[in-house]
């Protein structure tokens, strides 16, 4: 069975920093792009970054400069690790996965973990 497992959320201030981490399962993923999206209660989901199987990345211009992705293909793992955190960062974050090239398009992205919630406080 293909899962993906995010971990890594949590409650913390403005200003801070947390590493979100998405372990995946059932089958080897370093052909795949992976992505983060997020969804902020009342909003749509949005893509946040991705990073291909080739690691070359992007990002939305919101986290740009704050945020990093990567993944250790060895650990079939991929991280965010965020940094100066704002409150407008509040969402539950998800992890996605898709063959080869990255996209900013949810649609395109067939398998999905079930979130984990980061938190910020002002």
């Known amino acids: 069975q293909v899962q993906l497992v995010e971990s890594g959320g949590g409650l913390v201030q403005a200003g801070g920093s947390l590493i979100l981490s998405c372990a995946a399962s059932?089958?080897?993923?370093?052909?795949?792009?992976m992505a983060w999206f997020r969804q902020a209660p009342g909003k749509e989901r949005e893509f946040v970054a991705a990073?291909?199987?080739?690691?070359?990345?992007y990002y939305a211009d919101s986290v740009k400069g704050r945020f990093t992705i990567s993944r250790d293909n060895a650990k079939n793992t991929v991280y965010l690790q965020m940094n100066s955190l704002k409150p407008e960062d509040t969402a539950v974050y998800y992890c996605?996965?898709?063959?080869?090239?990255?996209?900013?398009?949810?649609?395109?992205?067939?398998?999905w973990g079930q979130g984990t919630r980061v938190t910020v406080s002002s």
């Open positions: 996605a996965a898709r063959l080869w090239t990255l996209t900013i398009t949810i649609e395109d992205y067939d398998t």
């Open positions: 059932g089958r080897t993923f370093n052909r795949d792009a």
């Open positions: 990073i291909n199987w080739s690691a070359s990345t």
